[in-house]
């Protein structure tokens, strides 16, 4: 009997012992599992941030993108406008100069200086040329209300809606009209002319 009793007071004594191994066993597993979760949902949370992130890093260089284009198109239009304003200006000298040459054609100056004259005047058509000025073509040519101010309608043998002279010449800055070219247009034949030609035509 006192040897049962002993070995029951042992077992009681080790069982306590078993069970706090146990639960430490369990502890650990549990706390094993919290950890692999807490670095589970860290990782993915960091992917969240990342995420977004990329998104507005590529946003960001997107709106450079369009800036950058945007500030090119801008300067080619001020370029474009500081030019366009600086032909202006020049044209009516070109206009003064072609007259003189026009008037000392006509007075039959010595033609070594008028030689020389025109050679700056095509000097200076030249340098619009490269800028993509041209003049706009106006005598024979039909009217365009695009290009050519109607300063006046005349009577002439060329048709109705002609142009028959140039007045003052008109220029392009590439497809752009710069200034519009002022011309005289035929109005067709003369009214005494006109009626003629229909008699002539009846009697025939």
């Known amino acids: 009997m006192t040897d049962k009793?002993?070995?029951s007071a042992k077992e009681v004594e080790e069982a306590p012992v078993e069970e706090v191994e146990k639960t430490e066993e369990i502890e650990e597993v549990i706390e094993s599992v919290v950890e692999e979760k807490e670095d589970v949902s860290s990782e993915a949370l960091a992917k969240e941030e990342e995420e977004p992130l990329q998104l507005q890093l590529m946003r960001?260089?997107?709106d450079f993108d369009n800036f950058r284009k945007r500030q090119v198109r801008e300067r080619?239009?001020?370029i474009i406008r500081a030019n366009e304003d600086l032909f202006l200006e020049m044209l009516p000298v070109i206009d003064h100069y072609e007259m003189g040459l026009k008037s000392a054609e006509d007075h039959q100056i010595d033609c070594s200086v008028t030689e020389g004259f025109k050679l700056v005047y095509d000097q200076i058509l030249d340098v619009l040329k490269k800028f993509n000025v041209?003049?706009?073509e106006a005598v024979g040519q039909t009217f365009d209300p695009h290009h050519h101010e109607a300063l006046t309608h005349m009577p002439s043998d060329k048709p109705a809606e002609t142009v028959i002279e140039e007045v003052r010449r008109?220029?392009?800055?590439?497809d752009k009209l710069l200034r519009a070219a002022q011309v005289v247009v035929s109005s067709g034949l003369p009214e005494e002319e006109s009626a003629g030609v229909k008699e002539n035509g009846m009697m025939e």
């Open 134 to 136: 041209t003049p706009i």
């Open 170 to 174: 008109g220029y392009l800055l590439g």
């Open 60 to 62: 960001m260089k997107a």
């Open 5 to 7: 009793k002993k070995k």
């Open 76 to 78: 080619a239009e001020w």
